[in-house]
């Protein structure tokens, strides 16, 4: 029996539309696909009648032995692929954004398995387009730092770097920070970033019940704590990380406000 090839696809922030349609046709033709907790319901009912479906999801201090849980998925898609069966591993927004993809990829090939990696747009891109945030601009940001809230336990050099990124002029988009938001932004006043620093938070990119939520760098915590806002979030801050829409009018404001997102699939069957 032959040895396939897995397919490691990035599944997009949420909507079953901003899907690749490589990434669709891998799904429709999967024998076995791995997916994310964080790949919701929609895009699952993509996947062929005949596959199935395994939920390998990952989520941080749900007390699990996270390497533990990666190397049974790694084992899963090695077993698979040797049956001669098709395997997808469906992993949230891009596989190599904060996705444990290039470690997947290292297992696989370290056993001689052939692997196909689709890219998928990750969440904070797709944040930033679908409520008109700019992370770079030209003449303003040409530059943007990607990171996690673990951002917070960073030492002072890492976090320093980081801090000087966005002292020149750079944007940040960071990725599960939720529960770090409050000292990171600490920190990042400390080494001399304004408090008044235009923050945006996104909870649900893409899906149905996105919400923004914006503030700054002083009060975006304590907005978001009080709103009990809905994870997946991310956030984006930079001096210019403001939506257009409130360019054009009075600037940001310290309060929150709701976004909800349209997708044509998420009022119609697929």
Known sequence: ????????????????????????????????VL?????????????????????????????????IRQEHINSLMIKTARSGCRCVRLKAGDPFVFGRGVEEVRALLEQGIDVEVIPGITAGIAAADLLH???????????VVFCTGHTARYSKSQFGAVAA????GSSM??????????????RLIELGISPGMPVCAISQVSQPRQQLLYGTLADIGS????SGMATPVVFIMGEHCIPVERTLSSGIAAHPGLKVYDSDIATKPV
């Open 133 to 143: 945030i700019p992370l770079t601009e030209r003449n303003r940001m040409h530059s």
């Open 173 to 186: 988009v960071m990725y599960m920070g939720l529960s770090g938001l409050e000292p990171v932004a600490a």
């Open 223 to 226: 907005i978001t704590r009080q």
């Open 35 to 67: 997916h994310d907790a964080l790949v919701p319901p929609l895009l699952l009912n993509l996947v062929s009648s005949e596959a199935e479906l395994v939920n390998v999801g990952k989520r941080c201090e749900d007390g699990q032995d996270q390497e």
């Open 1 to 32: 029996m032959s040895t396939l090839p897995v397919t490691i696809a990035g599944a997009g922030p949420g909507d079953p539309e901003l899907l690749t349609m490589k990434a669709y046709k891998r799904l429709k033709a999967a024998d076995l």
């Open 165 to 168: 990124q966005l002292l020149e």
